[in-house]
């Protein structure tokens, strides 16, 4: 928000975390109690969702206020006597929390949900102002349909992700696991606390959407006990058919880059000589050193492009 023109004023409870939203550059000023910020333009509430919930009663009902937590009924009811606040949940993030993990990058591009129902109208329109000033797009959601969607893709697969990690007991098989099961059990690294908040607070949704996963699973149990290859086939095909849908319209140039100063550099000046646009990158190292594979995901048609610029850089193409 700083880096879009706001005057950002910081507070919270635990002192150690304003000080590290000021070291980070998140904040202008601090303030030492949470009655110092209501003469602001808008509170953005950024903490645990039951820390949430707890400081809403003590809020003004003449102020400004939204917030970002992962699930919003419990949000929405308790601040249903407040007109001006509007439930609020940017679908972006990391698995690091606090102001340490902070990017002012964030949320370029992000949906952010607003739940708006029965909400004063300028109060949303300077909420949707912050939105967009952040390059995010609001949407808008009842908060019923916002937790049942979420139940299905974010807290699933926080469950999923920390599941699987569960099941690593020895080093033999942590040593194997490779790129995929790494971008699986990525978010398992999430904060616990925040976590079971939000998991035990949407139990209602999630317990049903546990179930259908549980029968799912059964399901293509039964079919490799039957030997039945033809359903597991169909199975994975269709699986594959949505996820492509899922992901971005993009072409890839997979190349060896070494573990030596420079190759970044190097990397960046192809990208500028070529002219594409960058969409995503991934670099997968070699566990014993000497650099990895990188993967470049540009715009559909320019990977050629792309590829003889590296090429001019002496980089190797992987086929």
């Known amino acids: 928000m700083r880096r879009r023109g706001w005057k950002v004023v910081g507070w919270d409870p635990e002192e150690a975390r304003l000080e590290d939203a000021a070291n980070v550059g998140a904040t202008d000023e601090t303030a030492t109690s ?20 707890e400081t809403i009663p003590a809020l003004p009902d003449t102020l400004v206020v939204t917030d970002v937590a992962g699930l919003k ?4 009811d308790a601040a249903a006597h407040l007109k001006c606040f ?5 679908m972006a993030g990391r698995e690091f929390s606090g102001p340490t993990g902070a990017s002012g990058s964030m949320f370029r591009g992000a949906n952010w949900i607003l739940c708006t129902d029965g909400r004063d109208g300028d109060a949303v329109s300077m909420v949707e102002d912050m939105i967009e000033s952040l390059g995010a797009n609001p949407l808008y959601m009842t908060a019923a349909a916002h937790d049942q969607a979420v139940g299905a893709v974010s807290h699933l697969p926080q469950l999923v992700a920390a599941t699987l990690v569960d099941m690593i007991e020895n080093d033999t098989v942590t040593e194997l696991a490779a790129g995929g099961f790494r971008d699986v059990t990525r978010i398992a690294q999430s904060e616990p606390r925040w976590w079971t908040d939000i998991l035990m607070s949407n139990a209602e949704v999630l317990v049903p959407i546990i179930d ?13 006990e039957e030997g039945d290859s033809v359903f597991i086939e169909t199975f994975l095909g ?3 058919q949505s996820r492509m849908k899922l992901a971005a319209p993009v ?19 192809a990208l500028a000589e070529s002219g594409v646009d960058l969409r995503d990158l991934q670099l997968r190292h070699a566990t014993d050193g000497g650099g990895g594979v990188l993967t470049l995901s540009v715009r559909k048609g320019e990977a ?16």
């Not at 996963?213 to 399901?219: L, P």
């Open 251 to 269: 072409d890839s140039v997979r190349m060896v880059i070494e573990d030596r100063p420079g190759e970044f550099a190097k990397v960046g000046a």
């Open 238 to 240: 269709r699986a594959r």
């Open 86 to 90: 509007i439930p609020g949940h940017p």
């Open 73 to 76: 009924a419990p949000v929405a």
């Open 212 to 224: 259908d996963i549980r029968s799912r699973f059964e399901t293509l149990k039964d079919a490799m």
């Open 304 to 319: 050629e492009a792309l590829t003889d610029a590296l090429t001019e850089h002496d980089f190797r193409i992987i086929p």
């Open 34 to 53: 949470l009655s110092d910020l209501y003469e602001t333009d808008l509170v953005l509430l950024a903490g645990p969702l039951g820390g949430i919930i």
